[in-house]
């Protein structure tokens, strides 16, 4: 564990990481509970391009027990898109986390309702 | 009628009953007696059912009722008036009686008017709920709701536990009049004096053990008090 | 280990915190559905502490404990006489309206050009203190399961110590125990509110972990599945809701493939476990016997 | 004051169904000290299973019902043998906790046999609310009422007036009385149990029916409601719990129109609580598991 960690721990001054911005759209694969999903990431008004994407997922209710793999997602067509298939165990509305690393190292919560015929971002 | 060979009953690890025999005639009294926790009341619970003995058996006319639950033995005629009487609180004199008919398939009117007439202050009291009633009226419920399953052997545990002498006296009464009516007793009782003047045989228990059987007449009773109070002579 | 196994890993620590005080409870005789409005508090203090008020992480655990255990022993003083299913109902109100509360609960202040703090159903975004401090999931869950063996290395040394044997001995007969001189409500306040700082610093870390919380994350569920993984480890041992939460999720994860009838399966097996096993796989009989071993 | 009738109308509606629900959990109750966290579970159960009919054969409204009852009744039989039977003494928690673990089966089992979050349900009654002067009491709640009024009546009738009743009071009243005077006292417990779940079954029907769609949250909705108002009437007493019910169902219909919905449960919890606080007489003050 390194030791560097401990000082971290008091250090309080806040790093002010510019904000990056993420967008969704899944659409159902046929199969149960596969849905396939484009992801467009920009920061500041720029697509963001290069980074390595990671997508968990998980419920509002009982938030630590469904765990799910997280998928690495693939470089899209268009730039600062990327395109992930997520496996659920059942529908609903999934919080989405996308764990960013690579040029931007950035964490993202969206959420997704999945519903069985089609899906449809919530907020 | 009744046959205990070596009952063994414990509660985890503690031997209530170690290897405990009796036999109850048909139609007589035997009474129990001994000092506090010997082991009384465990005899009971287990002849009737509610606990189940480690080893040892119980033949009831011949059959074997050991491993029964307590409502087949009941069915099977052996009912239990137990400790601190038990009665249902929230309902009526008549619905305990009604209770303690329930298993019964033939009809029970007739039964019931016998009981009113053994006890009448119980047909005064019929629309009361049992909770309201004294010691001695629920110890007569207990005891007439146990006579609704007509038993043919009914068990006492300690009936006059916690009664004024005066109702003492009206249940050993009731225990002569039913005996007279050729309902077999087995009778657990601290009153010694009292027991001693029903009963036909009797024994004597001391820390889960057998320590004395006879006839009333067999021991001194002083000699036998003492021990049934303060148990057998220590060397 | 990849992120997949850290996060289970870590989840696995973070469930421990609540299912702990869910056991305290039991063992100290008491059913409580409330644990997770107390994990909620904790995880909630904590957000605002670091993320608004700009506190290191240590700093908002200690204040989120502490509100933990002010929040269980307001709940706790004017149910101290209930027993049973009485206290089980007193504490789900409890922490439902406290669930409610969070629904209800809309404070943001502006920092940059957005506005960061709690808003209501939408939830607390960005507790992103460990985040931004550069701390791997890696290095988190060696904070949670330091924090966890720290807690357990207490309750071991406490298990065996007098208070140990007061609390078991409130478990078994409260009555019994008063008449022994203990002081019944005093040591049960005790309880409660300890147990409302244990599922508090789980929620703190939970907070951190998930850097998004939201009053759904506090319902029910978490509750009595708490208390569930408290009874199924067994109540002999501070290792029995460890157990507990490691056999459900745990197994949940090892039974993928089973995907569609996980629950089926694992419901029955606890349903039957319990049947011949009451007070859970290590109860008071098991500890005994693997200690006459060791 | 048209809006004050109007809420009370409804919320005597609502508190039937509420009254059914902590009916059943009180004779579950009465008869094994036990809350049955599965019983809002087993009648999600038996309403997925009238669907599944409704879906796969087009049932008649009544055939919908009577599969909706066994169904619920199969399902709390299976709870009481798995789940209470063999917790006879002591171990309330496991009996719980073992109850909350077939919750969670019934709810996975339904998400399986009909995966989409929401299914339609058809319609109890086509029409219109009826109108009693400028009040609307629609047809489904009036339904509700009469079906817990008949639920009550002849529950009354079978505790008070039947061998079997008086079988079941006693073993509600002391369960070692009632083995030692004869009384399979687990017999009892197993068909007051399947008596329980087919009211549920039938409480679920109805509630199903006059929303017109069923939901997995059927289960947890019953059960908190049921438990609820249970507890508002005094747990354990059969009339309490047509009381609390009622109470409850007033209680949320008015202050969801005067407060909103999220303050309407949190005033129910409230009110619960300090009830559960300050002890009224009418709580009986038996230590309850």
Request: charged fraction near 15%; include cysteine; charge should be positive.
């Given at each position: 564990?390194?030791?560097?960690?401990?000082?971290?721990?008091?250090?309080?001054?806040?790093?002010?990481?510019?904000?990056?911005?993420?967008?969704?759209?899944?659409?159902?694969?046929?199969?149960?509970?596969?849905?396939?999903?484009?992801?467009?990431?920009?920061?500041?008004?720029?697509?963001?391009?290069?980074?390595?994407?990671?997508?968990?997922?998980?419920?509002?209710?009982?938030?630590?027990?469904?765990?799910?793999?997280?998928?690495?997602?693939?470089?899209?067509?268009?730039?600062?898109?990327?395109?992930?298939?997520?496996?659920?165990?059942?529908?609903?509305?999934?919080?989405?986390?996308?764990?960013?690393?690579?040029?931007?190292?950035?964490?993202?919560?969206?959420?997704?309702?999945?519903?069985?015929?089609?899906?449809?971002?919530?907020? | 009628?009744?046959?205990?060979?070596?009952?063994?009953?414990?509660?985890?690890?503690?031997?209530?009953?170690?290897?405990?025999?009796?036999?109850?005639?048909?139609?007589?009294?035997?009474?129990?007696?001994?000092?506090?926790?010997?082991?009384?009341?465990?005899?009971?619970?287990?002849?009737?059912?509610?606990?189940?003995?480690?080893?040892?058996?119980?033949?009831?006319?011949?059959?074997?009722?050991?491993?029964?639950?307590?409502?087949?033995?009941?069915?099977?005629?052996?009912?239990?008036?137990?400790?601190?009487?038990?009665?249902?609180?929230?309902?009526?004199?008549?619905?305990?009686?009604?209770?303690?008919?329930?298993?019964?398939?033939?009809?029970?009117?007739?039964?019931?008017?016998?009981?009113?007439?053994?006890?009448?202050?119980?047909?005064?009291?019929?629309?009361?709920?049992?909770?309201?009633?004294?010691?001695?009226?629920?110890?007569?419920?207990?005891?007439?709701?146990?006579?609704?399953?007509?038993?043919k052997l009914l068990l006492m545990d300690e009936p006059s536990l916690g009664l004024a002498p005066l109702v003492v006296e009206e249940i050993f009464r009731t225990i002569a009049e039913l005996?007279?009516?050729?309902?077999?007793?087995?009778?657990?009782?601290?009153?010694?004096?009292?027991?001693?003047?029903?009963?036909?045989?009797?024994?004597?228990?001391?820390?889960?053990?057998?320590?004395?059987?006879?006839?009333?007449?067999?021991l001194a009773e002083d000699e036998l008090i003492r021990r049934a109070y303060l148990g057998s002579a220590r060397a | 280990m990849d992120e997949y196994a850290i996060g289970v890993l870590t989840?696995?620590?973070?469930?421990?915190?609540?299912?702990?005080?869910?056991?305290?409870?039991?063992?100290?005789?008491?059913?409580?559905?409330?644990?997770?409005?107390?994990?909620?508090?904790?995880?909630?203090?904590?957000?605002?502490?670091?993320?608004?008020?700009?506190?290191?992480?240590?700093?908002?655990?200690?204040?989120?404990?502490?509100?933990?255990?002010?929040?269980?022993?307001?709940?706790?003083?004017?149910?101290?006489?209930?027993?049973?299913?009485?206290?089980?109902?007193?504490?789900?109100?409890?922490?439902?309206?406290?669930?409610?509360?969070?629904?209800?609960?809309?404070?943001?202040?502006?920092?940059?050009?957005?506005?960061?703090?709690?808003?209501?159903?939408?939830?607390?975004?960005?507790?992103?203190?460990?985040?931004?401090?550069?701390?791997?999931?890696?290095?988190?869950?060696?904070?949670?399961?330091?924090?966890?063996?720290?807690?357990?290395?207490?309750?071991?040394?406490?298990?065996?110590?007098?208070?140990?044997?007061?609390?078991?001995?409130?478990?078994?007969?409260?009555?019994?125990?008063?008449?022994?001189?203990?002081?019944?409500?005093?040591?049960?306040?005790?309880?409660?509110?300890?147990?409302?700082?244990?599922?508090?610093?789980?929620?703190?870390?939970?907070?951190?972990?998930?850097?998004?919380?939201?009053?759904?994350?506090?319902?029910?569920?978490?509750?009595?599945?708490?208390?569930?993984?408290?009874?199924?480890?067994?109540?002999?041992?501070?290792?029995?809701?460890?157990?507990?939460?490691?056999?459900?999720?745990?197994?949940?994860?090892?039974?993928?493939?089973?995907?569609?009838?996980?629950?089926?399966?694992?419901?029955?097996?606890?349903?039957?476990?319990?049947?011949?096993?009451?007070?859970?796989?290590?109860?008071?009989?098991?500890?005994?016997?693997?200690?006459?071993?060791? | 004051?048209?809006?004050?009738?109007?809420?009370?109308?409804?919320?005597?509606?609502?508190?039937?169904?509420?009254?059914?629900?902590?009916?059943?959990?009180?004779?579950?109750?009465?008869?094994?000290?036990?809350?049955?966290?599965?019983?809002?579970?087993?009648?999600?159960?038996?309403?997925?299973?009238?669907?599944?009919?409704?879906?796969?054969?087009?049932?008649?409204?009544?055939?919908?019902?009577?599969?909706?009852?066994?169904?619920?009744?199969?399902?709390?039989?299976?709870?009481?043998?798995?789940?209470?039977?063999?917790?006879?003494?002591?171990?309330?928690?496991?009996a719980m906790v073992a109850s909350f673990a077939l919750w969670m089966q019934f709810e996975e089992l339904a998400t399986l046999a009909l995966p989409r979050h929401l299914y339609a349900f058809?319609?109890?009654?086509?029409?219109?609310?009826?109108?009693?002067?400028?009040?609307?009491?629609?047809?489904?709640?009036?339904?509700?009422?009469?079906?817990?009024?008949?639920?009550?009546?002849?529950?009354?009738?079978?505790?008070?007036?039947?061998?079997?009743?008086?079988?079941?009071?006693?073993?509600?009243?002391?369960?070692?009385?009632?083995?030692?005077?004869?009384?399979?006292?687990?017999?009892?417990?197993?068909?007051?149990?399947?008596?329980?779940?087919?009211?549920?079954?039938?409480?679920?029907?109805?509630?199903?029916?006059?929303?017109?769609?069923?939901?997995?949250?059927?289960?947890?909705?019953?059960?908190?409601?049921?438990?609820?108002?249970?507890?508002?009437?005094?747990?354990?007493?059969?009339?309490?719990?047509?009381?609390?019910?009622?109470?409850?169902?007033?209680?949320?219909?008015?202050?969801?129109?005067?407060?909103?919905?999220?303050?309407?449960?949190?005033?129910?919890?409230?009110?619960?609580?300090?009830?559960?606080?300050?002890?009224?007489?009418?709580?009986?003050?038996?230590?309850?598991?």
């Amino acid at each position: 564990m390194r030791l560097t960690l401990l000082i971290f721990l008091f250090i309080s001054a806040p790093v002010l990481a510019q904000r990056t911005e993420a967008d969704l759209k899944c659409n159902y694969s046929g199969k149960d509970f596969i849905y396939d999903c484009i992801i467009r990431l920009s920061r500041g008004g720029e697509p963001l391009s290069g980074a390595q994407v990671s997508v968990g997922a998980d419920m509002p209710s009982m938030p630590m027990a469904h765990n799910l793999k997280p998928v690495k997602a693939r470089p899209g067509k268009k730039p600062g898109e990327y395109a992930a298939r997520l496996d659920l165990e059942m529908p609903g509305e999934w919080t989405l986390k996308l764990r960013l690393a690579g040029p931007v190292r950035d964490l993202l919560i969206v959420h997704y309702n999945f519903t069985e015929s089609g899906t449809a971002p919530r907020k | 009628m009744l046959t205990v060979r070596d009952l063994v009953t414990t509660y985890g690890k503690i031997e209530a009953l170690k290897g405990v025999s009796l036999q109850v005639r048909e139609g007589s009294i035997t009474c129990v007696l001994g000092p506090n926790g010997a082991g009384k009341t465990t005899l009971m619970m287990t002849i009737a059912g509610v606990l189940r003995p480690r080893k040892g058996t119980i033949a009831f006319r011949g059959e074997p009722i050991a491993a029964l639950a307590p409502h087949a033995i009941v069915a099977r005629g052996v009912a239990l008036v137990p400790e601190n009487r038990l009665v249902f609180p929230r309902m009526t004199v008549l619905e305990n009686l009604h209770a303690g008919a329930y298993q019964r398939k033939d009809p029970y009117e007739n039964d019931l008017e016998k009981i009113f007439a053994r006890f009448p202050r119980l047909k005064e009291r019929a629309s009361q709920d049992a909770g309201t009633l004294s010691g001695g009226e629920q110890q007569m419920l207990a005891v007439a709701r146990a006579l609704m399953s007509r038993p043919k052997l009914l068990l006492m545990d300690e009936p006059s536990l916690g009664l004024a002498p005066l109702v003492v006296e009206e249940i050993f009464r009731t225990i002569a009049e039913l005996h007279r009516d050729g309902t077999s007793i087995l009778l657990v009782e601290q009153n010694a004096h009292m027991a001693l003047k029903v009963a036909q045989h009797f024994y004597l228990i001391e820390q889960g053990r057998v320590t004395f059987s006879g006839d009333p007449g067999s021991l001194a009773e002083d000699e036998l008090i003492r021990r049934a109070y303060l148990g057998s002579a220590r060397a | 280990m990849d992120e997949y196994a850290i996060g289970v890993l870590t989840n696995i620590g973070l469930f421990s915190f609540v299912a702990l005080s869910a056991w305290l409870l039991l063992v100290a005789g008491e059913l409580s559905f409330g644990q997770q409005a107390f994990f909620g508090v904790g995880a909630y203090a904590a957000g605002i502490c670091t993320t608004m008020l700009g506190w290191p992480l240590p700093l908002a655990a200690l204040a989120a404990m502490a509100l933990g255990a002010a929040a269980a022993a307001l709940v706790g003083l004017p149910t101290l006489r209930l027993r049973g299913l009485y206290f089980a109902m007193a504490t789900l109100a409890a922490a439902e309206m406290l669930r409610i509360l969070f629904e209800l609960f809309h404070w943001q202040i502006a920092l940059g050009d957005d506005r960061i703090g709690p808003d209501g159903t939408q939830g607390f975004r960005g507790i992103r203190w460990m985040f931004e401090r550069g701390i791997e999931p890696l290095d988190f869950l060696a904070i949670v399961w330091i924090l966890l063996v720290g807690v357990v290395v207490i309750f071991l040394r406490i298990e065996n110590s007098r208070l140990g044997a007061t609390v078991r001995a409130l478990g078994h007969d409260p009555e019994l125990a008063r008449s022994a001189g203990i002081d019944v409500d005093r040591l049960k306040l005790g309880v409660v509110a300890a147990g409302g700082a244990l599922a508090a610093l789980g929620g703190a870390l939970f907070a951190h972990h998930n850097t998004y919380i939201e009053p759904r994350n506090f319902d029910i569920m978490l509750g009595v599945h708490s208390l569930a993984y408290g009874l199924i480890g067994g109540l002999g041992t501070v290792f029995g809701p460890l157990l507990g939460v490691a056999l459900d999720i745990g197994v949940l994860e090892a039974t993928r493939s089973l995907q569609g009838y996980r629950m089926i399966v694992f419901g029955g097996l606890v349903a039957v476990l319990l049947v011949f096993r009451p007070r859970g796989l290590l109860d008071e009989r098991a500890v005994h016997w693997i200690k006459s071993r060791l | 004051m048209i809006d004050f009738l109007q809420n009370t109308l409804d919320g005597l509606a609502l508190g039937a169904s509420y009254a059914l629900l902590a009916l059943g959990f009180t004779l579950i109750f009465g008869v094994l000290r036990r809350a049955n966290l599965a019983y809002g579970p087993a009648i999600m159960f038996g309403c997925y299973c009238a669907t599944w009919a409704y879906l796969k054969t087009g049932l008649g409204l009544l055939a919908l019902a009577l599969i909706a009852m066994v169904g619920s009744m199969l399902a709390g039989v299976y709870v009481e043998r798995l789940c209470f039977a063999p917790h006879r003494k002591g171990a309330a928690a496991a009996a719980m906790v073992a109850s909350f673990a077939l919750w969670m089966q019934f709810e996975e089992l339904a998400t399986l046999a009909l995966p989409r979050h929401l299914y339609a349900f058809p319609a109890l009654y086509e029409g219109g609310p009826l109108s009693l002067g400028r009040l609307g009491l629609r047809i489904e709640s009036l339904v509700m009422l009469v079906a817990a009024i008949l639920v009550g009546t002849a529950l009354w009738g079978i505790l008070y007036r039947s061998r079997f009743g008086t079988a079941v009071r006693a073993v509600i009243d002391s369960p070692a009385a009632a083995e030692l005077s004869g009384i399979n006292v687990s017999a009892v417990s197993l068909r007051v149990f399947a008596l329980a779940s087919a009211i549920g079954g039938l409480t679920g029907f109805l509630i199903v029916s006059g929303n017109e769609q069923v939901t997995p949250m059927l289960g947890m909705w019953s059960t908190l409601k049921g438990m609820l108002a249970m507890m508002l009437g005094g747990l354990g007493s059969l009339p309490g719990a047509i009381a609390g019910g009622v109470a409850l169902g007033l209680i949320e219909a008015h202050s969801q129109w005067y407060l909103g919905p999220q303050l309407r449960d949190f005033i129910a919890y409230l009110l619960l609580f300090i009830l559960l606080a300050f002890r009224p007489p009418w709580m009986n003050t038996r230590s309850a598991y």
